[in-house]
């Protein structure tokens, strides 16, 4: 019956388009296979190479000796390149039908017409939408997908592309460049303004495969945006891997929001990594909802390079039954007065497993920085389990610190004073779950925010023993 | 019937340790109760297991409500019936408003749906009774709140919620002299002779402005003694030391 209820559960995300496509590579990882995609994709000779050099780079990487039990992932079961049968456009209806469909029940174009500067949407490997108004077309503002960017802009591509990340940073690094496919690449002219966000959605629907966005932003001197990225995928029996790479460039005096909602299927390997340099007086944001996964191993990360940087992480996940969500913030303090805040909240029940890991390591240089986390955690069951593992490397004495982490259940207390109101036990343990979740939420797009709390609600739907 | 509560022989432990030892006590409506008694007599104790507070087992005894036994009830059925308990000390819950929490609980303690208009003025009227700022209504329900505001809040569920038996527990007890009187003009607004009030004190001042039918003083777990409203006056006066033996 469980089981029934946390099918229905996921309704819109799990309704599965049958596993058409223009193209779909051969399973696993050899050099031929990378050779391949390359020709699907018309790279140019450069981006050709760094493919290769990223394969060798993988060959030569162990999996991590930490964290979650990665054993269930087998390269050779996944396909990397599966092109669906369109070719990108910036016109919905040109977009075909069961695709077209995915993106409505998720609400993209409607969030677009309501809410949004520009939208993209990514449907398996390959971007199928993107648009943009008018008016930041005119400002110098460009929003599309990384193909045509390797294509249109190969300078600025070249110059940023895995320079923020390393391929060697760790082995899905290397895998992502290795097989990269579709993402989103933004340019923001000095000092010009985006008021109202940019989103890219990101929809997996072929089984047995991976997805591999490449999302490279750049924030020039001044300017400022606030980027959102959805993720979803509809569940299969087999394991699906995501391992997508962000590199975010934010330059002097430029702001920068990154909000991300990931709501993978529970067969999902969420292996994604993200990274922002940040220069003098600038600010990168981070807001992060994870839901979904099988086992997520996210950990975003600022590099304050610039005297007065500031960044603050805020984030919330919700393990479930057979989730092992380990993610968390790094920071590096790199340039006098630098500035970083934590904000993070986990949920977990039915056994399901929350790890908080973080690395906070403030340089000699970084004279007068400031620090602060703040972790808590929520268990709403004996059988869930939840962890803090923060590091910190601290290399100068002129520096505040501080570090707070609670672990705890819900009160009894609260839901005695809830049920005296006439609410039941289970509305309101959903209602506590909610506050504690709301400093994160009301941080939030509304939508998403609404979504939240759908997905609280119908996550703790039957969980009451 | 008028008969409201109907207490009979009333044992109740919280771990291995008796509080209550055989306590009875009946309410009518249109009654005013009051309940006073030492420090860790039990006062705090029956309001909690009336609404069947888990922390608390009833070891013997019955509760009854409109000739219904209510023992084995959940905390939420038993709102639904319609008793009321305004908490000592009322939880913070972040993330809902008063207003949507009002909503929310005069829905679930009713199972009608709420008619927004009419009940946003009711609420706004009822705040402005008492004395609290409009802005409340917007804010998350207890966060942040002053003692006080925490208790007119207390009262203002009350007044939305309309129970049939509102149970006071110490509502009065931290609170200044203007914010008592407020507490029982809400206490004056909510009765009529279709409720009853039980209210549990440490003090006599929330009783001066009420009409109160029974004072009992409970020690040890039993009410030892019963009288009229004159009682209260005199307890202010001499304390508990001739009711304990």
Known sequence: MKTDIEEINRNIYDIKNKDEYDFKIKKGLTKEIIEEISKQKNDPEWMREIRL??????????????GPDLSELNM??????????????????????DIKNTFDRLGIPEAEKRSLAGVGAQYDSEVVYHSMKKELLEQGVIYTDMESAVRDYPEIVKEHFMKCVPMSNHKFVALH????????????????????PLQSYFRLNSPESGQFEHTLIIVEEGASLHFIEGCSAPKYNKVNLHAGCVELYVKDNAYLRYSTIE????????????????GKNAQIDWVSGSFGSHISMLYPMSVLNGEGAKTEYTGISFAGKNQNLDTGFKVIHNAPNTSSVVNSKSISKNGGICTYRALTKINENAKGSKCSVSCESLMLDDISRSDTIPVNDIRNDDIEFSHEAKIGKISDKTIFYLMSRGISEE??????????AYPISKELPVEYAVEMNNLINLELEGSIG | MNELLKIENLHANVGEKEILKGLNLEIKKGETHVIMGPNGSGKSTLANVILNNPVYTKTAGNIEFEGENINNLKTDEIARKGIFMSFQSPEEIPGISVMNFLKYAKNKTTGQPVKV???KEEIAKNMEELKMNASYINRNLNVGFSGGEKKKT??????????????????????DVDAIRIVSKGIKMFSNENNATLIITHGTKILKELDVDYVHILVNGQIVTTKGGELAKEIEENGYAQYIS
């Open chain 1, 53 to 66: 050099k990223a394969l060798e780079t993988y060959n030569k990487l162990e999996l991590p000796t930490w």
């Open chain 1, 76 to 97: 050779d079961d996944i396909a990397t390149y599966v092109r669906p049968k369109t070719k990108m456009t910036d016109n919905w209806d040109d977009v075909p039908d």
């Open chain 1, 177 to 196: 460049a290795a097989v990269w496919s579709g993402g989103s690449f933004v340019y923001v002219p000095k000092g010009v303004k985006v008021e109202i």
């Open chain 1, 263 to 278: 709501n993978w299927s529970k067969n999902m390997m969420n292996l994604n990594t993200k990274r922002a340099i940040v």
């Open chain 1, 427 to 436: 509305d309101a343990k959903a209602m506590i779950v909610r506050g504690f």
């Open chain 2, 117 to 119: 208009f009419q009940f």
């Open chain 2, 154 to 175: 207390e009262i203002l569920q009350m007044l939305t919620l309309q129970p049939k038996l509102a149970i006071l527990d110490e509502t009065d007890s931290g609170l």
